[in-house]
């Protein structure tokens, strides 16, 4: 049995006043909701962690390095995201694929990098719009999981992301069927690379202009066990809804 997840991700919007949202948050989520997590800059990880201390909210990095240390200016570590408290990373979203040129194996090697500090990867993926005309998004997907996703991967240090470029913050969503399709087709890529028993345990996340008005219906997918969620997570009176939506899902 997959525990649900409600993963936000803060991206660059945010400075420390936003942390009142987490402290509203917290107060509407219990222990038996589903999963509740929240991937601040990189700034507010530790104060973050410190508000949030003994609530039902996790906290995650947005990214992190391949090197454990280094001269590598800008940078935050595995390492250094741990010691902060969080207990998660995003990896290989979109945006840094597009804006910072990351290719599958440098998400894996991020990956693995991760897991060594004791974090959870939520490696992201997903086809470009252009991708989806043309008929390639399996084979875009396929691709990804193969090159992102390393070979240790279970269900407590990987989660994966399904976030179709062109759904995210745009207001649009693909349809349930097509949702569906992918989710149920990266089960089967990696119940053929893992086996059934790790496949079964890795969850699986949609994200993409989920909204509270869209989410029951997202969540209704039987290989949906969660979702990532920029915008609507910024604010707890609308991810609050998302979480509830998908702990009665
Ligand atoms: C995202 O950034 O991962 C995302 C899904 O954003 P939004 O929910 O705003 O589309």
Redesign the pocket.
């Known amino acids: 049995m997959r525990r649900k997840l409600a993963a936000g991700?803060w991206?660059m919007n945010v400075t420390a006043g936003a942390l009142s949202e987490l402290v509203e948050l917290a107060k509407q989520v219990n222990p038996g909701d589903a999963e509740t997590l929240i991937c601040p800059p990189s700034p507010l990880l530790y104060l973050a962690c410190e508000k949030l201390r003994g609530t039902a909210i996790a906290i995650g990095a947005q990214d992190c390095h391949a090197e454990p240390s280094g001269a590598f200016t800008g940078d935050i570590s595995a390492p250094m995201v741990a010691d902060t408290g969080a207990t998660y990373v995003?990896l290989g979203?979109?945006?840094r694929r597009d804006l910072h040129a990351e290719k599958d194996a440098d998400v894996a090697a991020k990956t693995r990098a991760a897991w060594g500090a004791g974090l959870t990867a939520i490696i992201?993926i997903g086809e470009s719009g252009a991708d989806r005309e043309a008929d390639k998004t399996l084979d875009i997907i396929a691709t990804q999981l193969q090159g992102s996703v390393p070979d240790a991967a279970t269900g407590e240090n990987t989660v994966i992301?399904y976030?179709p470029i062109w759904?995210?913050?745009?207001g649009k969503t693909p349809t349930l069927d097509q949702i569906i399709e992918v989710h149920d087709f990266i089960r089967a890529r990696l119940i053929e690379r893992f086996g059934q028993q790790t496949a079964d345990a890795i969850r699986l996340l949609y994200?993409?202009?989920?909204?509270p008005d869209n989410a029951a219906e997202i969540f209704t997918a039987e290989n949906v066990d969660g979702a990532?969620?920029?915008?609507?997570?910024l604010k707890a009176a609308d991810f609050a809804p998302i979480i509830k939506a998908l702990t009665q899902a």
Do not use: P, R, Y
Request: hydrophobic residues 35%; glycine residues 20%; aromatic residues 0%.
């Open positions: 991700n991206k995003i979203h979109s945006e992201c992301a976030e759904a995210i913050g745009t994200g993409g202009s989920v909204k990532l969620v920029g915008g609507a997570s």
